[in-house]
């Protein structure tokens, strides 16, 4: 069957010369205004996790150190591991952790996986809780290292961090390549937990609900946001009210992604502020996840929405907006 994905867009990683020092995001909040569904502004940011740049990123230098001491994830296709990749690092595609029962805009289609068996999916990949996971990806990908990011923060486990650069930045800075397939060392299942999961997710159905209380925003790319279908969509379009921050504006020309100001540029330049509720949603939560990851760093209290436009699109009853704002 075809899986679609989230476009091909020019970013992730971080370039191996981006240094991993950033003003902090601040830990307290002015609270926003108004309640959202029923819950009170203090109730809404209480025990946000914000994070710094160096929470999220090691360098190539720091992964060829602690090689063999840490599970690495490769999360680009299996055709590009093949051809290359950082050594004894495991496949592990972003299809590996969600539901593809039925077709897009299906209920429960390209969802996260239900606790116990996402467990013993991270479990056969040699993910264990304890010991530190680095997941990476690639320049020109969509963010699928950050999706692996994003999905087992959610979930509870802390230790795991983004390679900078990804595999680009691995093999400039004298990285070895390996050629042989890997596979994971199954052993004890890591030990998840939902308490942070509506944290850092929101399904179509609350989206709805609160859509007049939050911010939304669209990091899907300018033909995608006006309408056009590449991915099996059922409808067009974009959510009524959406802002606009297509994905690849969060990164350099050279990938890395950019730094705490320079983000919080882009946002006021939308009228989002640090006291806003942010949702972030692009088709099927990939490219998402790492702008929700991205807008942590940066202070702001983002979420993904695990289902995606396809979801939305999926729903008749839900309008959608088309063309120029």
């Not at 809780?129 to 959610?154: N, P």
């Not at 890395?256 to 972030?280: F, H, N, T, W, Y």
């Not at 983002?302 to 959608?320: I, K």
Request: glycine fraction near 12%; proline fraction near 6%.
């Amino acid at each position: 069957m075809d899986v679609p994905v989230s476009a091909p867009v020019s970013i992730p990683g971080a370039s191996s010369d981006v240094t991993l020092e950033s003003k902090e995001a601040p830990k307290e909040k002015e609270a926003p205004k108004e309640e959202v569904r029923g819950m009170t502004a203090q109730e809404v940011f209480k025990d946000v996790e914000f994070l710094k740049r160096e929470e999220v990123y090691v360098t190539p230098s720091w992964l060829a150190a602690n090689l063999g001491r840490v599970v690495v994830l490769d999360a680009r296709a299996q055709a590009l591991y093949l051809k290359g990749h950082v050594p004894g690092a495991v496949n592990a595609e972003w299809t590996h952790f969600v539901r593809l029962g039925g077709r897009p805009g299906d209920s429960g289609w390209g969802v996260r996986l239900p606790m116990p068996e996402l467990a013993r999916r991270l479990g056969a990949l040699g993910v264990d809780g304890e010991r530190t996971v680095v997941v990476y990806g690639d320049l020109g990908g969509w963010g699928q290292e950050g999706f692996l990011f994003w999905v087992m923060r959610s979930y509870g486990i802390r230790k795991v961090k983004i390679l900078e650069g990804g595999y680009t930045g691995w093999l400039s800075s004298g990285g070895r390549r390996d050629l042989v397939p890997h596979r994971g060392k199954g052993g004890r299942m890591p030990r998840l937990s939902d308490k942070d999961d509506t944290r850092w997710n929101v399904d179509i159905k609350w989206l709805s609900e609160n859509l007049d209380k939050v911010k939304v925003i669209d990091v899907r790319t300018q033909p995608e946001y006006e309408g056009a279908r590449f991915f099996q969509e059922r409808r067009g379009g974009r959510i009524p009210g959406a802002l606009h921050l297509p994905f690849d504006s969060l990164f350099t020309k050279e990938g890395a992604l950019k730094g705490q100001d320079e983000i919080r540029a882009l946002m006021e330049g939308l009228g989002v502020s640090p006291q806003d509720v942010v949702i972030v949603y692009d088709t099927a939560g990939v490219r998402g996840a790492y702008a929700c990851v991205a807008l942590r760093m940066s202070g702001y209290y983002a979420r993904n929405v695990d289902e995606g436009f396809q979801r939305w699109a999926g729903m008749p009853d839900l309008p959608v907006s088309t063309g120029r704002p």
